[in-house]
C-alpha cells in the first residue's frame, strides 16, 4: 500500500488558529488497488466535505459519489476516515510526485457555520447530509428524490446585509397591490442570522411521509402541498397556541409542522418569516423578477421573463405543477414566484418606511391574517413580482396556497 501525503487542506470560514474552532490534523492518504484511503483526525465536532480538484477545478457529480465513511456529516469522532473507490475517470488522476495533477481537498466546517447544502432524510432516521455546492449533492438537486423522499435546503447567508425590502413607485405591477393602505413601501431591512430555506415549495408526498397525509389533491408526489391553512400547518388549540410571534416557534405535538420537526430532528424547523422570504426571493436582485431587468414595457414583456421562472395564469392551464420545473433564482431556489402562494411566519401589516432589524411582524390577535408571498398559478404577472405580498385568512386555507420550510443557523439540536 503507498502512503501519500494528502496535498491539500483547507478549513472554510475561519482561520484554524482561533480559539473554540475545530483543526484537522494527521491528514494521509494512502492508495491501494482502486481504493484511496483517507485518515484524519479533529479535535472537536465538526462537518466534513471531500473535494478532488484538477487544475484548482473540483471533478464533482459521479466521481464522488463512491465516497464514504467520516464525510457529509456532523463528526463527532476524533479519528475518522474516508474510503474513495475510484472509477475510471478517477484511476486517472495522480496524487503525488513531479506529474502531480490532483489534489484531495477536506474541507472542515464548524458546526455553526455550516455548507451551503443540507438533504435531509424523511424516513425517521434523522440522518443530515452537508455539501459545499449543488453539483456535490448525490443525484443532483433537482433528482425527484429531493422532491419526494428527501428535502433539500440552501443556506442564505444574509447575516448583517442592510438591504431595501417593497417596491419603488416606478415599478410596472405595484399598482395592482396598492390597494389602500398602501403594501409594499420600500424600506431597509437587516436581518441577523443566516438560514435554511427548501429549495422547493413542500411537496404532497414529503407533507405525507411527515405527517400521513397530504391535506391537498392527488396529482402528483412531486406536486406542492396545498389546501391547507395556516392554523392547521402550525396549530391552534385556543386563540393563542401556536400563534407567531406570541410564543414563537412553540406548536402543539398534532400539526404537520411539529410532526416534521420530530421527523427530521430539528426542533425550530417552521416556514420563513416574511424578510426571511423576499430576502430568498431577491436572492440580491433589486428588480421586480429576480434575474431580469425592469425593461419590459407592456404585460406581453414581462410575460417573456415570467415563463422562464413561474406557473402563473397565462402558462398554467389553471392548476399548479411540479415543483423544480421552472428556472431557480441565483440562490438556486425553485418557484420562488408562481406555483402556489407560500404562507409566512408573519401576521399580515401595512407598510412602513420604518427601518427594522430582524423584523418578525407585529403581535397577533386571534384570526389575524397571515402573509403570502410569491403569487400563484391563478394570479396574473402583476403578482408575480418579489415584493408582492398579500394576506391570508389565518384558518381558511386555498388550493393556490403552499409553503416552504426553513430552520435556523446554527442548527438547532446540533452540538
Known sequence: MKKINIVAVVIVMASAAMAGLPVSTSFTLSKSGNTIDIDYSLDSPAIV?????????????????????????????????????????????????????????????????????????????????????????????????????????????????????????????????????????????????????????????????????????????????????????????????GVWPNLGHEVPSYCPIYKLRDLVGLSDFDIPTEAQWEFACRAGSGTSIYGFRDTAATSDDVSVNLDKVAWYNKNSDGAHHEVGLKAPNAFGLYDMLG???????????????????????????????????????????????CAYRPGAVYNSAAQSNGFRVSCSIPLADVH
Open 49 to 241: 466535505t471531500f473535494d478532488v480538484l484538477t487544475n484548482g477545478v473540483s471533478i464533482h457529480g459521479s466521481h464522488l459519489l463512491s465516497a464514504v465513511g467520516d464525510l457529509n456529516v456532523l463528526v463527532t469522532n476524533s479519528s475518522c476516515k474516508i474510503i474513495w473507490t475510484l472509477d475510471e475517470f478517477s484511476q486517472r488522476l495522480k496524487f503525488s510526485g513531479s506529474r502531480k495533477n490532483a489534489d484531495a481537498v477536506l474541507t472542515v466546517w464548524p458546526a455553526n457555520l455550516p455548507p451551503d447544502y443540507m438533504v435531509l432524510d424523511l424516513d425517521g432516521s434523522k440522518r443530515r447530509w452537508f455539501y459545499p455546492n449543488a453539483e456535490q449533492v448525490p443525484g443532483g438537486v433537482t433528482s425527484v428524490v429531493y422532491k419526494t423522499e428527501k428535502l433539500v435546503m440552501r443556506r442564505i447567508r444574509a447575516a448583517g446585509i442592510r438591504w431595501r425590502k417593497g417596491s419603488p413607485v416606478s415599478e410596472k405591477g405595484r399598482d395592482f397591490n396598492q390597494w389602500n393602505p398602501p403594501r409594499e413601501v420600500p424600506h431597509f431591512v437587516t436581518l441577523t442570522n443566516d438560514f435554511y430555506i427548501g429549495i422547493y415549495e413542500f411537496t404532497q408526498k414529503q407533507l405525507e411521509l411527515a405527517c400521513g397525509t397530504r391535506y391537498g389533491g392527488l396529482v402528483g408526489d412531486a406536486h406542492p402541498a396545498e389546501n391547507i391553512s395556516y392554523a392547521t400547518l402550525r396549530g391552534c388549540f385556543n386563540e393563542w397556541h
Open 339 to 385: 406555483n402556489v402562494a407560500e404562507l409566512c411566519l408573519d401576521c399580515y401589516q401595512d407598510g412602513s418606511e420604518v427601518e427594522k432589524v430582524e423584523p418578525i411582524g407585529p403581535v397577533s390577535t386571534y384570526n389575524s391574517s397571515r402573509v403570502l408571498r410569491g403569487g400563484s398559478y391563478s394570479d396574473s404577472w402583476m403578482a408575480m413580482r
